[in-house]
């Protein structure tokens, strides 16, 4: 086996949610009469395989090892869209670039530590897991929720109600590893080095946990779930469900004005790669317009440690109340962030003006202001 079961861990809680089965069923028949599935992940760091001493160490790879030792005579395609520090926002703009582009057969969807256990999660995650579903009718979808293992904190108080209304699986850490944490079964520094990312032994942990839960599908893939019914409502605003990144490849039009702002050429390689395709700038009072249309609108910008490190004043529609400081200084030590701003939440679904300007800047600035993108949607209610 790619990953044994841990001596007393209680696999049997690691369903928080059973879920309509059907498309994983029917994924799992075609794999095993031998044909090709492609399998996908989307999440943050723990899916990247942050901390982990290999790639195929990440559970993601495991999982996917998984599908190709229990499926031996189809062709396995492994397709890892994790980005560190990244939450569903992102995701959810990312989803059709990073993951559904591959046409994924069967998607795991990693954030519930990434993601605050707040209204606006989930409202992101929604609008995430409804793009997945209505991609296409036969894409099967699990929700994975990762767990801090200092204090057992995630987001899958709100996650679950997703998961609930949509009739998805979903498999919990919370209730199969941090029991055994909080016991003192398990201590944290076997399994993790920051109480965050799992190392080796995390990963093979996580990645048993998913596959107790897959192996038990595989066992009874020939019985039949009821079948599923219409796509429910959403039951947020859903202002985010067909979130679009604009970078400096795919926004003609958008910049109306720019003086001292240059577009990154760079090629990007992988997605990881994530401080490309945007524009940068030193000069002080260097500034880029854009036009954009939607009702929820964000920014992305690297924040670094290098220091010292510049900043810009963001302004919407003209409205000095609106201002934003986009501060580049990092103020922890692990390395460059991507953050996303949110700019316009549930405004007016229209054509709205985002003007950056590079306020602060110092001789020894030690990179330039990198402004990574622009999100946008344009729904604005159920």
């Not at 996580?206 to 959403?234: F, K, N, Q």
């Not at 679904?349 to 990574?372: G, V």
Request: charged content about 25%.
């Amino acid at each position: 086996m790619i990953t044994e079961k841990i001596p007393n861990v209680d696999y049997s809680k690691a369903v928080s949610n059973r879920g309509n089965l059907h498309r994983i069923r029917e994924v799992m028949k075609r794999a095993a009469a031998g044909e090709k599935i492609t399998v996908g992940f989307l999440g943050g760091s723990i899916t990247q395989g942050s901390v982990a001493t290999h790639p195929d160490k990440c559970y993601a790879h495991k999982v996917y090892e998984w599908f190709s030792e229990s499926f031996p005579k189809a062709e396995v395609v492994y397709v890892n869209a994790g980005i560190g520090a990244t939450d569903s926002q992102f995701g959810c703009a990312r989803a059709d670039s990073d993951l559904l582009i591959y046409d994924p057969d069967i998607c795991f969807v990693e954030f519930s530590v990434n993601d605050e256990a707040t209204e606006h999660f989930h409202e992101t995650y929604e609008g995430l897991i409804r793009k997945i579903l209505l991609s296409d009718p036969s894409r099967a979808l699990m929700l994975i929720h990762n767990v801090r293992y200092d204090d057992g904190g995630n987001a899958q108080l709100q996650h679950s109600k997703v998961a609930r209304r949509y009739d998805v699986p979903a498999v919990s850490m919370q209730q199969v590893i941090y029991p055994e944490l909080e016991s003192g079964r398990l201590e944290n520094r076997v399994i993790t080095h920051d109480d965050l990312h799992p190392n080796d032994i995390g990963h093979s942990l996580v990645a048993s946990v998913i596959i107790s839960v897959l192996e038990d599908i595989r066992m009874h893939m020939d019985e039949e779930d009821a079948p599923e019914g219409d796509m429910p409502s959403p039951e947020t605003a859903n202002a985010y469900e067909d979130s679009v990144r604009y970078r400096n490849d795919n926004c003609s039009g958008m910049v109306a004005d720019c003086k001292g702002f240059e577009k990154d050429h760079l090629p990007q390689e992988v997605i990881t790669d994530i401080f490309r395709k945007g524009w940068t700038a030193t000069e002080k009072g260097s500034y880029i317009v854009f036009k954009v249309y939607g009702s929820c609108i964000g920014v992305q910008y690297r924040k670094t440690i290098q220091k010292p490190a510049p900043a810009a004043t963001l302004i919407l529609d003209g409205n000095p109340e609106t201002k934003m400081i986009l501060d580049a200084d990092f103020k922890e030590t692990w390395g460059d962030k991507l953050v996303t701003e949110t700019v316009l939440d549930h405004g007016e679904n229209k054509e709205h003006t985002i003007r950056i300007e590079l306020t602060d800047t110092h001789t020894s600035d030690a990179l330039p202001f990198y402004l990574a993108s622009v999100i946008a949607s344009g729904r604005s209610s159920k």
